[in-house]
């Protein structure tokens, strides 16, 4: 079975800090892996999607990257904003049906 | 586009009651799925469907029943609740494979 582990559990930095957040997978046999954000009561915000043959993909002040054969991605953000304050989660798809989540990363940017 | 729909928000079951928790999606996407979010755990695959007619087993699927008779709705039934089905279910749908999932708001379950 496949397990996602995002390391930190919680992240705290001042406004306008570049960070990078950390996800790890035990299986490289991955299809594809997704970002998102989850701010608190609210449901899942999609932020980026790397498919298993990608390196990297970036969207605004967000970028991440995939190194398979590690097991490893990273979603770095620049210049941090307090409305960057979130969960954010990694979730990796094996065959295409189904995701597998870490727990997450709670972030709070201190203005 | 309204996105991925889900009612209600919110719920308080009755241990044994039955409901239905309702997911609709308006971007004609043919993967659906549910899952669930407890403290501590990260989100845990449900069921899921690849089509109208086609469902299939994720990690935790006992206690829940799926259907997917039209392309646009997926709902998820608690035939007999029970207080460990506690918890907040989230639907998700994707075109393919190999797009991007996008997830409804969340309904907040809670069975006494």
């Known amino acids: 079975k496949q397990e996602v582990t995002q390391i930190p559990a919680a992240l705290s930095v001042p406004e306008g800090e570049n960070l990078v957040l950390n996800c790890s997978f035990t299986?490289?046999?991955?299809?594809?892996l997704q970002w998102f954000r989850q701010d608190p009561g609210k449901g899942l915000t999609s932020l980026l999607l790397i498919q298993s043959s990608q390196r990297e993909q970036t969207s605004g002040r967000l970028n991440a990257s995939l190194d398979k054969s590690s097991g490893r991605s990273t979603l770095y953000i620049a210049a941090s904003q307090p409305g960057d304050s979130a969960t954010y989660l990694c979730a990796v798809s094996v065959s295409g049906n189904q995701f597998y989540f870490g727990t997450g990363t709670s972030l709070t940017v201190i203005p | 586009n309204a996105g991925v729909t889900q009612t209600p928000k919110f719920q308080v079951l009755k241990t044994g009651q039955s409901m239905t928790l309702q997911c609709a999606q308006d971007m004609n996407h043919e993967y659906m799925s549910w899952y669930r979010q407890d403290p501590g755990m990260g989100l845990r695959l449900i069921h899921y469907?690849?089509?109208?007619?086609?469902?299939d087993q994720g990690e935790v699927p006992n206690g829940y029943n799926v259907s997917r008779s039209t392309t646009e709705d997926f709902p998820l039934r608690l035939l007999l609740a029970a207080p460990s089905q506690t918890s907040v279910y989230f639907c998700?749908?994707?075109?393919?494979?190999?797009?991007?999932?996008?997830f409804g708001q969340g309904t907040r379950l809670t069975v006494v």
């Open positions: 998700a749908s994707r075109r393919s494979k190999n797009t991007e999932a996008f």
């Open positions: 469907s690849v089509g109208a007619g086609i469902t």
């Open positions: 299986d490289s046999a991955i299809y594809n």
